[in-house]
């Protein structure tokens, strides 16, 4: 189970961080959709490392290679395995990491829960397993767009304590991809990228938020009870290595409004039932309503630091951790992709479920 | 699917909020548990409608009625299916819903779903589908507590804008159940309890922040991946009725600290590997790591009213909803068994499945 | 799982042989449906025990109960949870068996499984377990017939070593229901008849096979790989109790024959692309091809003899079981309700799973 | 779904007959276990074309490729992706199959399910799909090995008429594979392959039954009403290609029994409780019995003949079928591996659940 996503639109990923490849195989994406690497590649361009100098400078050119599923430039019904080779191994910088336990990574719980552990990197706690999670939902993204005309964006909206403000509803991929940090306010944008440009000098980390869009969901899709929209978005998005938060419309800070205020009201606008504002985020009782779905997601700090850190070692003696190798000072540019692959792969499911039902 | 949850632990719940029963069938319970109806009553107790004066005032006095999967007093692995009669039907308060949206609720999406709704209550979107969760839930409890030792406390922890200080991680229910509000620092339960009497009269509502802690949950429970500790929690809690946000250890704020301030470092401490912190919230890669698992949940003010309010039709024309019947000024307290109970939800499958592993 | 069928129209049963009830969740059932307990009854009463003088004698009404799921005469979407009380319970007659291993029945086996068991009956291994499963498939049986006019008709093909001839393909239920046997053929439905009555008064029991025709199923339901329609539905057969063996269209015969006797040429018939034979059965790569799909179950006889068996204690000393009670001379009339009810389950969850697909 | 098999040991398969690879991904398996691809070529080779002038010729040479979730040589937890190229690709061999449907292949109800077709060869029904199942089920096969002790021992038991008699219940891989047809029984094997010279010389084919015996299996496998090993084991089994029959223990022939004489009486032997004969085939009430399993498949001849065939164009015209390319007279001596491997997944994933329980 743990390695698989979705029910109709079942998304299986694969392999570690070094060694080997990574992958992906999607069950149950419609036949009869168009589709070539050229679908799958910008997606995984973006989520690349190395794409800009405020992020991880770990080499890989992340090509993909779609295996199966597809005949004559069509999906046929059939499973699509898509492989990524692994290519910047390095296995020299991890040796540290055999005996000492990294703060704030999975190495410690890893091996507590298997009684062995893959040292040679972060294993599948490292974001490079999202490369298949990112071309499967490049396929989902395709699908959505032709069937219903769903657009899903996102943008990162703070960072540290830099928080942009309100980003229009429409704002769209050209604007977001115009700065390197993925913040669509050029001004807030440019602040942003100095901070962590201080940061990765000091060798240290900084963590944010990122907002996200859908428009154009139509209403119906998501399941009452235990798989809500909003609940199987909450748990596709906390599923992203350093996502420590999740919230959906009002978020938080609809805790601190009274129902007078918080309620949507119905009215009629453009001949069709909507609501007049939107804090209940495009879901009511589990379901879209057609608003846009609107959430935002935060994510902590990355664990690894250029600075000497105090840990144990698996023999349990106190030993300091040298800084060694890359690290990762920011990751919201490269977490913008992600989330969107994630309420990609949530929306396509639901919206192949909810053909069940009508 | 969308009434199950779990892989192992698997809760299937079932009912409407009018007419016939609610109920719940848990299937992987494992076989020679004591148990009978009188480790489940005390949970629905707590989850009952009209407990207090702060509460809805609905009246049911939710006996719960084991069906099967008991025999001479102990589990025997087969499923447990337990119902609940519905006492308080009242179809005539409902009257006017069968052509009114009422705003914020789900009487809109589930139209736009299926094509057909029950206007009689909330059907599954009325927090009375809780009633099985939270019967699913004590099993649960009953289980984790003799097997591991854990316990599961949760309290309510802001009420609109009245926010308690920092609750120690070994609050218990007996303080938690000191006040109505289920707050356990005594002064600021007595401010959210006058809130909630002033929005009462007022015929509004409030809503808030609900923090949960497990305690001694062993390390190794969760899967990498889309089933992460935190990620199921996350789906868990965001599935329950007007929950808005999730944040697990440092959670949002979490976004606005340094790598250098949010890494736990590990230490000895009474002989085992521990953090020094615990801004992880108890889970690293997805996977518990011994130390506390802390959450937190926000809730939105409750949708029913009782003010008149803007709304439109079925037949797409503008109507005014009149107040009407009863309603729910602070849905927080009776939160509280629900947060717990799905986070024993969780907890019960992710240790069943790292008995496939170890 | 255990305990739950299917993937989108999902069923989930309980309770067992005695004590509390017996009952089944479905989850999936297309909304709009009209549905009441008089849709349900008349398939449990061809499964009810005592209905004729060839059959077990227990006795119980089997008065079904529909408790959530279905308003104002029409399914709404939502789980239908349905109920049968156990009335006749005896628990005196099973003194016995406590100790002693019945022999052929699941007594040893749930012991080791669980290390606990129900003594007070066959618990879920009783046929009384499959009253949740033919109240499940009375709703499939009636969308099923709404949607696609799909009929499925079940028959006693032989008993022992007694044979009916070739059925036609277009017998009906009345022609079924003539004889308590339900074999089609009169005469020798009269031979099977004089057979069981024999073996009822030597107190033991015969076996048979049940044949079942699915008439008018579309083409295009199953999946490739694991799910084909023939995999889904030996699974569902094989999950009845006693059942020993399998076969679809040619089934063993068919490894008897020739490619060229074998293959189903091809050709227009009716202005539709039929094939000439049907010894596929109706289904060709695990997906149904429009004609009549056609599959046996070879039941064994029931193991409760009125005879002295040899055996074994819990605590491993040898022992005599003594005739006690009532048992089934044969199992076949009350089988075919069964049979027909797994067949319609497999296809309720295929039509439906079909959907997401085209 | 349609591609996973398994709750515990879970296993996706993927690829088409012809182009890119095939393969597979296995989510579940326990960490720990010694693995290389020595551990999966040699059952890869017994399933292998070409291996004998008795079965096809198609020119593969299989050769595996673990991608994922091994680390210096341990399995880790984590998913294994396997993959093998497709080599023999011909695609001129298919092109009259562009339009016409062959007789009993999946072409008619593959274009009828998915609007759409690969018509390079059998696509996802080709047997080719298997190489993803056998390279899994060496995995589970070792694993079983080590665990329990567990052999699962398949051999070809009929061809056309000719079948052997009694074999052995301690019949070994060794006997087994000392004749290319796969009967461990030498005066029958002969007798076997001078037949499917015959077959093969006429351009025909013939099917038979293959029958499989799983030992050591430890009590209290399976799962009681659906998910019973006999059900699970029919599922699997009716899911491989050409099947068309499945029975365990005493099967079609037990149906012509008296309970008294099928019925298996329990002794103690060797200080265990056993039953003095197994016409229960290992299992009684969905559960193992610590018995030999034994369960038997019957195949149907291949569909591919080397004769001309009646069938109709995709355009519903009335065709000839070309005889062209290579066929396969004689399925079972491949189909011996892929029997036992769909034991062997059974069999992992329900010794996976019992330790949930246990």
Known sequence: MPNTFGHIFRVTTFGESHGGAVGVVVDGCPPRLRLSESDIQPDLDRRRPGQSHIVTQRKETDVVQILSGVFQGRTIGTPIAMIVQNEDARPESYSEVKTKFRPSHADFTYLAKYGIRNWQGGGRASARETVGRVAAAAIARKWLLEKFGIEVVAYVKRVHKI?????????????VEASIIRCPDPTTAR???AL?????????????????????VPPGLGDPVFDKLEADLAKAL???????????GSGFAGACLKGSEHNDRFEIRGGRIRTATNRSGGIQGGISNGEDIILRVAFKPTATLMQKQQTVTTRRRAAILQPKGRHDPCVLPRAVPMVESMVLLVLADHALRQKTIR
């Open 238 to 248: 906390m599923s992203l290595p350093a996502s420590k938060g999740f919230e959906i």
């Open 163 to 175: 928080e942009a403000g309100k980003i229009p509803p429409h704002v769209n991929l050209k604007q």
């Open 196 to 216: 962590v440009e201080r940061i990765r000098r000091e060798g240290n980390s900084v963590g944010g938020v990122v907002e996200c869009v859908a428009r154009r």
């Open 191 to 193: 602040r942003m990228i």
